[in-house]
Every structure is written in C-alpha cells, then in structure tokens.
T-cell receptor
Framework: DGGITQSPKYLFRKEGQNVTLSCEQNLNHDAMYWYRQDPGQGLRLIYYSQIVNDFQKGDIAEGYSVSREKKESFPLTVTSAQKNPTAFYLC??????????????FGEGSRLTVL | GDSVTQMEGPVTLSEEAFLTINCTYTATGYPSLFWYVQYPGEGLQLLLKATKADDKGSNKGFEATYRKETTSFHLEKGSVQVSDSAVYFCAPGGSARQLTFGSGTQLTVLP
C-alpha cells in the first residue's frame, strides 16, 4: 500500500548529539513537510520541500536541517543547536503544492526524547 | 498570514452525545477547509474537507459546513462513540506553503 513511513518511531538522544529522522513516501507526491508537535499544542512547520533539491524554512527551522535528494525521501536532522528537541515529529506529503487544496498525508510520527 | 481559532479542550462526552467543535479562520481568498483527526500515538488522518463555500464535508458520521460569511467550519457529530476519542484539528488550506493548523481539541468519549 502507498503511504509515508517514518523511522524510528522512538528515539533517545543525549544532549549535544545530532540525530536524523527518516521519512520515505511511495505516493509519488511532489511536496514533503516536517512538523513538530508538542504536548497540547498544534503542529508547527519546520521545513518543507516542493521539489527535489529544493526546500524552504518553515516557522521553527532553527536547529534543524533537511535534504531532498530524492523525490521519495526527506530526512530531518535535529542538531545540537536545537535547544529543546524533545517532541513528536511528523512528516507529511502532498500531491501538488501549487494547487489550492492543501490536503496532506501524514506518517505515523517519530518521538524524540533528549536525555 | 492565515490563522485558525479552534475550540479549546479537553471535551468530555458520554457515548451517544452530540458533538460540536468550533473552528473559525482568517485567510486570504477562499481556501479549502479540512478537519484532521489524530488517534493516540499516531499521525494525523484526514477526516473531512470542503473546497468551496456552502459545501458540506462528511465522513464517519462527522459533518462540517464551509461558512464563508462567518469564516467558520464547525465539526459536528450527532452521536459520538468511544472510538471517536482523539484529537481533532481544524486547518484552512489555500497556499502553496502548507496548511495552518489549529491547536487541536482533545475529545474523550466515556462509555
């Protein structure tokens, strides 16, 4: 079945370490997104990519980095510069970022805990 | 930019009760409107959507009507079930950038 796969589902990190969260989609979608979700809060956009080899910062990009070398993949690196990285991270994709529909398809999420 | 104001939770109801979760938005133009649902420990799933004024989106007994005059998209269900317990997010679309999500409303349905 087509969908979005995020891994790992749970990740523990020591302070000062970089970690990379994987996001893979086989929906042939052009656009991909990373969101951060904190308890009791909505989703905040970290980075998004509308096409391969191009990406833009979202609202809270500081301390994060991404790449989009393949259409199917959009990994997120949480760097040591991110002051409060413990959160639930959601990857999403959409068919065509230029349309006015905006429907997103989400992965199951990755929960990162900094020890 | 776009913004959305969603009814704060948590909301606790008994099974078979009527549900309303209010959502109002501000946006440029006339965006598509969405309700997403998030079950515990999972990502978000599209629940329903409406793409133009006066459209009614519906799915799994939930409904929401696109009200342009009040810029609202309230979610309703006539008889909730325990399995409806989740967090519900309202989101106006409309830009190439991405959706703007509300803060989410936690719904708990008691048997």
């Amino acid at each position: 079945d087509g969908g979005i796969t995020q891994s790992p589902k749970y990740l523990f990190r020591k302070e000062g370490q970089n970690v990379t969260l994987s996001c893979e989609q086989n929906l042939n979608h052009d656009a991909m997104y990373w969101y951060r979700q904190d308890p009791g809060q909505g989703l905040r956009l970290i980075y998004y990519s509308q096409i391969v080899n191009d990406f833009q910062k979202g609202d809270i990009a500081e301390g994060y980095s991404v790449s989009r070398e393949k259409k199917e993949s959009f990994p997120l690196t949480v760097t040591s510069a991110q002051k409060n990285p413990t959160a639930f991270y959601l990857c999403a994709s959409s068919i065509n970022p230029g349309t006015n529909t905006g429907e997103l398809f989400f992965g199951e999420g990755s929960r990162l805990t900094v020890l | 930019g776009d913004s959305v104001t969603q009814m704060e939770g948590p909301v606790t109801l008994s099974e078979e009760a009527f549900l309303t979760i209010n959502c109002t938005y501000t946006a440029t133009g006339y965006p598509s409107l969405f309700w997403y649902v998030q079950y515990p420990g999972e990502g978000l799933q599209l629940l329903l959507k409406a793409t133009k004024a006066d459209d009614k989106g519906s799915n799994k007994g939930f409904e929401a009507t696109y009200r342009k005059e009040t810029t609202s998209f309230h979610l309703e269900k006539g008889s909730v079930q325990v399995s409806d317990s989740a967090v519900y997010f309202c989101a106006p679309g409309g830009s190439a950038r991405q959706l703007t999500f509300g803060s989410g409303t936690q719904l708990t349905v008691l048997p």
